[in-house]
């Protein structure tokens, strides 16, 4: 018997591991799924919520910019007593009407196939019973429950994925503050506070996206991000399943790390060498819930469908951020977009998930038209209503069996070469209704 388990010993292959240092953690492959599901949605919530005003770092621009933003303050004076402090927001964070298994349908119903919740911000307060975090957590304060688990129930019993945002800097954490006042040469922050925390977070709930943020002011090395990936992807209870984003420290954004953001609502000009994302708020001005949030300032369908549309054929993923109220719900427009979204995918999606980048991502004609590909099918996605019904895609190269058919319509589509065996003339149907102002045609047998 000893020696069949030293056999199996010998024939198992050790799984290599990864090192603490950038050249060996960026040489891990991206699990799979992440680039396959092309759209998740972000939700920004917290304390933040609560004033509803400006944007989820309005504590920032209240009591931490100098000079103060001068709304915050007037907002302040008008509305709240003398000696109101922002923690004095937390009780008011209610979530009462919270009800994750509303919220993970809405998400199923967007055609999102991950969720990105923000379980700490940069104003410090964890959206989970922070053992490292006392009275400032939504156990000890304000709803009074686990949002990070109880949203992740719902969301992976719809067979989502689940993931995580993490601020790793706190405005006004005092550990964090004396660590910068030493010019990060001491780490009283990281190793009380920031690490103890993202350990706590990946091994209780097993998040599937660490979407790190809140870098910028200092080193990877006074992070020790390093580190912390190379136990992430070494013996992590996901270390097969996670991915992680770029914002590990000053200078690793679209450097190094997983998927690159690069910036907030990130738009190449061309086909990145890399996997990167692309994260945007369907309100414009904030990312958290906003109270006077005027309608002209949210995105519309079409020209969330359109951005969705550019960031897949240019390779990347779509993050799309609602920010929900302080008592638990998520406003009805941003509902109606996230529904809207998922009627279109509903017809469309066969061209957008799993999908790669063709060699020509994009023609300008007519109307624009983006392209996608699937093995040997090409999708040519049209983001706006062509003008007649005749549409000449100029770039794919035809054959005789090529086959053209719009998406969502059932009989395959005449065409004809505008070229020899370059370019088609499609005789396009009485497009149907869509609210996103976008369709499909698939195109089988071309290159």
């Known amino acids: 018997m000893a020696a069949v388990f030293l ?37 920004h919530w917290g304390v933040f919520s609560v004033p509803g005003f400006g944007s989820e770092w309005f504590w920032w621009h209240w009591q931490g910019q100098q000079p103060p933003d001068p709304k915050c303050v007037s907002y302040m004076s008008k509305n709240y007593p003398p000696g109101f402090s922002y923690p004095d927001f937390a009780p008011e964070f209610h979530a009462q009407f919270f009800n994750p298994e509303e919220w993970a349908d809405i998400f199923k119903a967007s055609g999102a196939k991950y969720v990105v919740l923000t379980s700490k911000h940069h104003e410090g307060f964890t959206n989970w019973g922070s053992p490292y975090s006392w009275n400032w957590n939504s156990v000890d304060n304000g709803p009074k429950r686990d949002l990070v688990e109880d949203l992740g129930d719902a969301v992976r019993n719809r067979s989502l994925h689940y993931g995580l945002y993490n601020s790793l800097y706190e405005w006004f954490n005092p550990l964090y503050l004396e660590d910068k006042k030493n010019g990060f040469k001491t780490q009283q922050f990281v190793m009380q506070k920031l690490l103890p925390e993202l350990y706590n977070i990946v091994v209780r709930y097993r998040p599937e996206v660490i979407w790190s943020d809140g870098d910028w002011e200092a080193p990877d090395t006074y992070w020790n991000s390093t580190q912390f990936l190379a136990w992430l992807y070494n013996d992590s209870p996901v270390k097969e399943t996670v991915v992680t984003n770029d914002r590990w420290g000053q200078g690793t954004a679209c450097k190094h790390g997983g998927f690159y953001n690069c910036e907030d609502k990130y738009t190449p000009g061309q086909l990145p060498k890399h996997k990167w994302e692309k994260c945007t708020s369907v309100d414009t001005l904030s990312w958290g819930y906003r109270r006077n949030m005027k309608l002209k300032e949210l995105m519309d369908l079409p020209a969330i469908i359109d951005d969705l549309v550019s960031t897949v054929a240019l390779g990347g993923n779509y993050l799309l951020n609602v920010g929900p109220t302080a008592d638990g719900t998520i406003p009805s427009v941003f509902e109606e977009r996230l529904r809207g979204l998922g009627a279109w995918l509903e017809t469309n999606g066969e061209a957008i998930y799993a999908t790669k980048p063709w060699r ?24 706006a209503k062509p003008p007649t019904t005749i549409l000449k895609l100029l770039i794919p190269q035809t054959s005789a069996t090529t086959k053209v058919t719009l998406l969502g319509h059932p009989s395959p589509l005449p065409w004809a070469p505008v070229y020899p065996n370059v370019g088609l003339s499609v005789l396009l149907p009485e497009l149907p209704f869509t609210p996103g102002q976008a369709w499909t045609l698939k195109l089988d047998n071309v290159q």
């Open 360 to 383: 020509v991502q994009m023609e300008n004609g007519t109307v624009p038209v983006w392209y996608t590909s699937k093995g040997a099918t090409v999708y040519a996605i049209i983001t």
């Open 7 to 43: 056999l199996l010993a010998f024939a198992a292959p050790a799984a290599a591991r990864y090192t603490a240092n950038w050249t060996s953690l960026d040489a891990r492959p991206l699990p799979s799924w992440y680039d396959e599901a092309k759209v998740g949605i972000f939700v």
